[in-house]
């Protein structure tokens, strides 16, 4: 209905227009009645105006004929006055159609008009009671706030109250004297539990007391003379308890070890008195100080008495040095029973004691060993004395440290003013000692003790005793090099010919310096030192020096290669068993004995092929020089020398062999110089057959006498000797 109602209205306009057009063609601009002239109101047109009123008429028109319903109209042709009444009349039809609609429905839009009207009154209330509930929260908004704010303040005022009631809480505690702590400090012995539990407290109460009164309370002075009294009644108790176990150290025959060990259950006696009476503390330190240092030095003195008395009794002396003359009264090498005599350039078992297991081995006891008729070396001696020395050194040094509560310098103080004479005795002993002493393996096993006893205390973290091993070192060092040196110079002025008769074996001197040489190597590699090895090798220099001497009077060369090679083999045999094998001292002597080993096999093949020797020599250097043409004249020469070692080998081997096992008193050594013999040998006969291959000596009739060389090393294989 609205789409037609719209085309009604839309024809209708084109209709009037149209006709209001048409009216003016057929009237004219002056034709019409009165209501034609009202209704063009041609009095206000403007016909002198540019813009005229037909040009706007005319786009109304064209816009109208753009129309779908208008075009359709105009297509088929169809009256615009008829259709436009048609569609006037629809209209007034709806329209009266409309208005019986209304009417009808009259009593419902009163009824909806009326609810609509009560509808309004009830939100009227609502709106009214809505700003009523409004401005109630905004009263209840700022009582709310108000009571935050004081709630806020009381909460202030609690934590203040509650943190007042903990300072006044710790305070009153701190002051308060309890019954329990009054009949303990009074009553109880110093040793039972609850003592030291209430001494404990009795000490803090008099800290809180001190602090208190620092900051000027006043109730400080009603406690004050309670504290006071109890303080003196405590450490009058705390002073007899520690000095009575103090004096019971001085008993005879007490181990000293076991109420030490006990009083550092009562530590805290000693602090209490630290923080509470000086005079006292200090008094019970002396004390102990002047009780512990004269058992210490006492204990030390007797020990170390009753434990020189089972050292060897016979000991190195000045003259036992290596190069003096070997007698019958100085029987280095002879073989004493070791329960008598210790020996002097051989290490022996002497080198155990630095071993980890002996080395904190249980100490000597002087009178066990008495009993038993034992003898121990200075070595062992001064192990036990110093693994004593710095077991009972650690002990004290902790015990201090626990007991007094120092640390640091304070410490080092203290604990040489408990073990300062002792270690003063100690050292004193040592350098006596030293003076007369001349047994260089001792004073160097000594030095390694102390090296590994002062790694120990550093373990324990004991550092009192460094300077201690720093004085016993530098007693023991110099001695150690004046004793070396003393050997080196006995060697350096050692005459040979006042050792009386000499043999090619090994010497006497040579064998001491083996064997002392090798124990302070095997010594030294567990703690390298670079001066040890300097003093050792201007020892080796002297030593070398002198076997060049004595080999210098024997008259033969072949007598002083034997003597060379004898005492270069048995000085690298005893290094090799104990030093490593790439030592300075084992490859000098390796390189020694091959020179003089190649040496003596030179010498010892000369006699019986010394012939061959030069004349092969001889025509190798002409063939090198190209000179070949000269061995022409060599062939009665080379004749003679086929035929003269075909017939004799046999018998120069068999001589050659026995001459070497008979020289060298090393079999080992000896077999090895036959093999090289041999071995040089067959060397030789190879090198003349090759020079008996140049084609001047190639058709020589001789050449067939030529032993095969492999028929020779065949038969040189028999002569080698097994041992």
Not at 567 to 587: F, H, P
Request: hydrophobic letters at 40%.
């Amino acid at each position: 209905m609205a789409a037609a109602a719209t085309m009604a209205a839309a024809a209708r306009e084109m209709v009037l227009r149209a006709g209001t057009l048409d009216m003016e063609e057929e009237e004219g601009p002056l034709g019409g009645g009165p209501g034609l002239q009202e209704t063009l109101q041609l009095g206000e047109l403007d016909i002198t105006s540019d813009e005229f009123i037909l040009d706007e008429v005319d786009v109304h028109i064209q816009a109208n004929l753009e129309d779908e319903l208008v075009k359709e109209a105009l297509k088929t042709g169809v009256d615009l006055r008829h259709y436009s009444k048609q569609v006037e009349l629809e209209l007034q039809q709806i329209e009266q159609k409309s208005i019986r609609d209304y009417i009808q429905e009259s009593e419902n839009i009163a009824s909806l008009h009326n609810q609509i009207t009560a509808c309004d009154a009830v939100l009227e209330r609502m709106e009214q009671m809505l700003g009523a509930f409004q401005s109630d929260l905004s009263s209840i908004s700022s009582e709310i706030r108000i009571l935050q704010e004081q709630s806020g303040a009381m909460n202030i005022r609690l934590r203040n109250r509650q943190a007042v009631r903990g300072k006044l809480g710790e305070l009153v505690d701190g002051l308060v004297v309890p019954s329990a702590l009054v009949t303990a400090i009074l009553e109880a012995p110093v040793t039972e539990p609850r003592f030291l539990e209430q001494l404990q407290e009795l000490d803090a109460k008099a800290a809180a007391v001190r602090e208190q009164e620092a900051r000027g309370t006043a109730a400080c002075a009603d406690v004050r003379g309670v504290l006071d009294r109890l303080r003196v009644k405590a450490v009058t108790k705390i002073r007899e308890f520690i000095l009575q176990k103090i004096y019971s150290f001085r008993k005879p025959m007490t181990n000293y070890q076991i109420p030490q060990t006990a009083l550092l259950k009562y530590r805290f006696f000693y602090q209490f008195l630290l923080g509470n009476e000086r005079a006292t503390a200090k008094e019970i330190r002396d004390e102990y100080v002047e009780t512990l240092s004269k058992i210490y030095l006492s204990y030390y003195r007797s020990y170390l008495g009753r434990l020189m008395k089972v050292q060897y009794e016979e000991v190195a002396e000045k003259d036992d040095l290596m190069g003096v003359e070997d007698t019958a009264k100085k029987g280095f090498f002879s073989k004493p029973s070791l329960r008598s005599r210790n020996t002097i350039f051989t290490l022996g078992t002497r080198g155990s004691v630095i071993s980890p297991t002996e080395l904190e081995a249980p100490i000597l006891v002087p009178h066990t060993a008495q009993r038993g008729e034992q003898r121990y070396p200075f070595e062992a001696l001064f192990r036990s004395q110093h693994y004593a020395l710095l077991d009972n050194s650690c002990r004290e040094y902790l015990f201090i440290c626990e007991f007094f509560v120092v640390s640091g310098p304070a410490a080092h103080d203290l604990f040489h003013a408990v073990m300062g004479r002792t270690l003063s005795m100690t050292l004193k002993h040592l350098e006596s000692y030293l003076a007369d002493c001349y047994d260089a393996i001792a004073v160097f096993l000594c030095i390694h003790i102390v090296l590994r006893f002062r790694n120990i205390a550093a373990k324990r973290d004991v550092p009192a005793l460094d300077r201690y091993w720093e004085q016993v070192l530098a007693l023991l060092w110099p001695r150690f090099e004046l004793i070396l040196e003393m050997n080196v110079q006995s060697v350096r002025s050692t005459d040979p010919q006042r050792l009386g008769g000499l043999d090619t074996r090994p010497h006497y001197i040579t064998r001491r310096y083996a064997e002392f040489s090798s124990a302070l190597v095997s010594i030294n590699q567990t703690i390298p030192n670079e001066r040890t090895m300097q003093l050792l090798g201007q020892l080796q220099v002297e030593v070398e020096n002198f076997v060049l001497r004595v080999a210098a009077e024997f008259s033969s060369r072949k007598e002083q290669l034997v003597f060379l090679i004898n005492n270069y083999d048995m000085m690298l045999g005893v290094l090799m068993e104990r030093a490593a094998d790439d030592s300075k001292e084992v490859e000098s002597f390796q390189q020694l004995l091959n020179a003089r080993t190649q040496e003596f096999i030179e010498e010892l093949l000369s006699p019986p092929f010394g012939g061959l020797v030069a004349f092969v020599k001889e025509a190798e250097a002409l063939i090198e020089r190209g000179q070949a043409e000269r061995l022409r004249g060599e062939e009665a020469r080379v004749t003679q020398l086929i035929r003269g070692f075909g017939s004799s080998w046999k018998s120069s081997v068999e001589s050659l062999s026995q001459d070497v096992m008979r020289s060298f008193t090393n079999f080992r050594n000896g077999t090895s110089i036959i093999q090289g013999a041999l071995t040089q040998l067959i060397q030789l006969y190879h090198r003349f057959h090759r020079v008996l291959s140049q084609p001047q000596l190639r058709a020589l009739p001789a050449r067939a006498e030529l032993i095969n060389i492999h028929h020779l090393m065949v038969e040189l294989k028999k002569h080698k000797p097994n041992f």
